[in-house]
């Protein structure tokens, strides 16, 4: 089955602090993961890809084939990353549909 | 300003109505989708459209019924509104299906009474 999951609903962090946004996936062909953001009262946007193996607003994710994760990690957290976060797998052969986790939002506190 | 967009914003309508949700996107993209976001922030693909031609279908109550005229518009029509049917729903495009970033509208809040 074609599944991503985010463990965590909520995960609150002071500011400064590491932070790791957990993704987990379940898919039988060569997957290519993607994380989006959504800050309060804005659309959804990308926020990277894995194949870019880039570092956006100091985030940056790994792929992981042999656990099958894909987890989000940014060193030192700051209050304007407070936001919803979703972790997505593209199904290129469906389409190219994305499937999501459940999302997780994150809150920074100062 | 070249975005994605979504008509209402808001929309609150009554148990049996009948309410369409239109989109148009400004980016020269060839894929167009609709999302439904529930209550507990869950994004789910419903449908997309790629050339003016559906792509995806996803299982969706064939009261939801995608339209899309034109490469840059794919308008959303649902029959029979059902109070399940609340929710924020995003239109998103982008270059291609497979692999290309997606960009999405602001998004639609259904409210159903």
């Known amino acids: ?110 | 300003d070249t975005a994605v967009s979504q008509t209402p914003k808001y929309l609150v309508t009554q148990m049996g109505n009948d309410k369409s949700i239109k989109c148009e996107q400004n980016l020269g993209h060839d894929t167009m989708y609709w999302y439904k976001q529930d209550s507990k922030k869950f994004l789910k693909i419903m449908f997309s459209y790629n050339n003016k031609e559906l792509i995806i279908n996803e299982t969706v109550p064939n009261r939801f019924s995608p339209k899309s005229p034109d490469k840059a518009h794919l308008n959303l029509h649902i029959n029979s509104l059902e109070l399940g049917d609340s929710a924020v729903y995003f239109c998103a495009s982008s270059q291609g299906y497979r692999g290309y970033e997606q960009y999405f509208g602001p998004g639609t809040r259904l409210t159903v009474t």
């Not at chain 1, 290519?32 to 894995?50: A, D, G, I, K, P």
């Not at chain 1, 792929?63 to 199904?91: R, V, W």
């Open chain 1, 1 to 110: 089955a074609q599944r991503v999951t985010q463990p965590e609903k909520l995960l609150s962090v002071f500011k400064g602090a590491p932070v790791e946004l957990k993704c987990n996936y379940s898919y039988s062909g060569s997957p290519e993961l993607f994380w989006y953001v959504q800050y309060s009262r804005q659309r959804l946007q990308l926020l990277l890809r894995h194949i870019s193996r880039e570092s956006i607003k100091g985030f940056t994710a790994d792929l992981n084939k042999g656990e099958t994760s894909f987890h989000l990690k940014k060193p030192f957290a700051q209050e304007e990353d407070s936001a919803m976060y979703y972790c997505a797998l593209l199904i290129y052969n469906q389409g190219g549909k994305l499937i999501f986790g459940q999302g997780t939002e994150l809150s920074v506190k100062p």
